[in-house]
């Protein structure tokens, strides 16, 4: 059981869940370092709570703001900038950090905390869909246990426990379909960003819910699955799920299957990230299969939502192409949410970077650094 936490993240949905759990179910868990990006009235509270060592807030003028709205008697350190963030990470007193940031800001600080040796608790996708091979390397040669918090993820792990990951035949990842699921293209193509942040099932951050929209969620799902579980592109399958009952399956050499199935509560997946391979009692809900209705499953509509098919080309291409789709990604659904493209546009704008970008191997951080401000020029005017 891990005694102490560091967290990224703090004031996002994954962050507020992760906390929760903690204050609810593990009440002996010490939060080392909390960080929080824009939101100081909702950090304040947590700090107040919590008493970290380290906090973590980007600049000065945040700062203030803390010391401004906290109660409590501040005597945690203070950190600001890229360099800070990293030194939140890899330099607290916490056994395990959880990495619920959002976005290409998770990478820096993942690596930080492998390279001094830090478990870590991974909601932030993004840091295997551009560095999967670097950071699962990094992580084999520090003896570093990276264990899953999205649910998906998560219920692939638990589905693996005392099997032979070369019995793997298939893994099963499961989709919402999000809020569209069931408007014909031209509906999605007039949706705007209010829309698409109503997601049927889940509770998720804007980025995360407009992600799940345009599936590109699924499809930066399946890029994490193939670095966290070694499996090639042909071994994953996605179907869409509706009821939200089932997280994911896999699928034995045997012919068997293994489904980890619970109600769309984050909390369950980010307690056993930090608890496995013990389970920690809840008083959660629990699924009634006599209410919650028929399971039902269906393909994805990759010409309804393209976001899938480009996410699949780039983990198939691989090398550095992942790394522009998240970019360019990240900008466009920044993009949408401000009401200044359409929906379409998100995967309109990553197809033609596609098509003329040209892929590199991926050797250090340099060739994802480069990549990305390719992007950065790729997108810059528009």
Partial sequence: MVSSISLLGATGSIGMQT???????????????????SNMEALAPLVDEFKPEMVWVPDGEATEKLKEVSKFAFESEILTGDEGLILCAAESNAEIVVNALVGRAGLAPTIAAINSGKNIALANKETLVTAGELVMSLAH????????????????????QGS??????????????????????????????????????????????????????????????????????????????????????????????????????????????????????????????LKCGNLTFEPPNTEKFPCLALARQAARTGGTLPAVMNFINEWAVGQFLQGKIRFYDISEIIAEAFGIYKVKKVAALSDICEAEGWAAEFIKGR
């Fill in 164 to 289: 032979d990951w070369d019995d793997i035949e298939k893994i099963i990842l499961t989709a919402s379909g999000g809020p569209f699921r069931g408007l014909s293209r031209e509906e999605v193509a007039n949706a705007t960003a209010r829309d698409a942040l109503k997601h049927p099932n889940w509770d998720m951050g804007a980025k995360i819910t407009i992600d799940s929209a345009t599936l590109m969620n699924k499809g930066l799902e399946l890029i994490e699955a193939m670095w966290l579980f070694n499996q090639p592109l042909e071994n994953i399958e996605i179907l869409v799920h509706p009821q939200s009952i089932i997280h994911s399956m896999v699928q034995f050499t045997d012919g068997s299957v293994i489904a980890q199935m619970g109600l769309p509560d984050m909390r369950l997946p980010i307690l056993y990230a930090l608890s496995a391979p013990d389970r920690v009692e809840t008083g959660f809900p629990r699924v009634d299969f």
């Fill in 19 to 37: 906390l929760d759990a903690v204050r609810n179910c593990l009440p002996d868990v010490r939060v080392a370092a909390l960080s929080g990006f």
């Fill in 141 to 160: 040669e520090k003896k570093v246990r990276i264990t899953p918090i999205d649910s998906e993820h998560s219920a692939i792990w638990q589905c693996l």
